[in-house]
């Protein structure tokens, strides 16, 4: 008899592990799993809320005006810039993993792309952090703020508020600021670093793109306008503005359409 694992079990013990390493090794197991069809999808019976998801003692989380200056002319700073990026990529595999426990009556394809992109991310977090290593510096060396997770912890009572805020909004400010960072790092001399953020920004249009289908999948189960639905929903949850400069681009690539691409230019003319 085939041994059959649940899926949403499995997946909260590795939102919920802190030790790196092993959160990474779990992850590979979860899509080995996966991979053999040994998944069973009952739902769990209590549903945990994560205010904080399983991450190790270090880094310290701070207020993001407490953040370290990152000038990227010292030696520091060029590995404070790579250390947040560490930071965002760690919290990505969480918030990859929480979407596919927390949302238990979605479609099976839902959770094959959110184990997906928990995947790709576990793969930018260990890139990233060997080239931190070689910088001289560790995972939790500074310090990082917990934005990401705090949003992620927001929506989880509504799928649909989830993809609008976290892929839809939050990665895709990944897709707008990137290209400047990967300027930056050329500007310093740093190959890999540039390299390294190519890839990124090429997978996180892919992870955006997850996001927006699952977003006009759910408005269409719930017969909701999807221009409308986004656009008050970003008004009515998101902390602070949203103002570009906007990559249109990676954007249109991701599934942005048409009338939601001139929505965002109006916002970055009105800022
Ligand atoms: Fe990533
Ligand atoms: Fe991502």
């Known amino acids: 008899m085939r041994v059959s694992y649940n899926l949403f079990e499995e997946v909260y013990r590795c939102l919920m592990e802190t030790a790196l390493d092993e959160k990474v090794q779990q992850l590979q197991m979860l899509q080995q799993h ?14 945990h809320k994560v205010p904080d998801a399983g991450r190790p003692d270090k880094p310290d ?16 700073g060029h590995a404070a810039l790579m250390h947040s990026i560490l930071h965002i990529e ?23 792309d959110w184990l997906g992109v928990a995947g790709e991310e576990a793969y930018h977090f260990q890139m990233v952090r060997e080239h931190l290593y070689h910088l001289g510096y560790e995972y ?9 997770w705090v949003t992620t912890y927001e929506t989880d009572h509504d799928p649909l508020v989830r993809m609008a805020l976290v892929p839809r909004t939050l990665e895709a400010r990944g897709l707008d600021v990137t290209p ?92």
């Open 61 to 76: 989380l701070v207020p993001p005006k407490e953040l370290p200056r990152r000038r990227l002319g010292s030696k520091e």
């Open 180 to 271: 400047s960072m990967i300027q930056k790092l050329r500007a310093v001399g740093d190959k890999r670093g540039v390299e390294i953020l190519k890839i990124l920004l090429n997978d996180e249009i892919g992870h955006v793109e997850v996001g927006t289908r699952w977003f006009r999948y759910l408005c269409h189960q719930r017969n909701l306008n999807p221009f409308d639905t986004f656009t008050d929903i970003v008004k009515n949850y998101f902390h602070g503005d949203l103002k570009g400069p906007f990559n249109f681009e990676a954007r249109q690539d991701a599934g942005f359409s048409d009338e939601e691409i001139d929505w965002l230019k109006s916002l970055e003319t009105a800022s």
């Open 140 to 148: 939790g060396d500074f310090p990082a703020h917990n934005g990401l």
């Open 34 to 47: 996966w991979t053999e069809g040994a998944f069973n999808f009952e739902p769990t019976k209590t549903l």
């Open 90 to 112: 760690f919290n990505a595999v969480n918030l990859a993993l929480d979407a596919v426990y927390r949302f238990q009556d979605m479609p099976r394809e839902f959770y094959r």
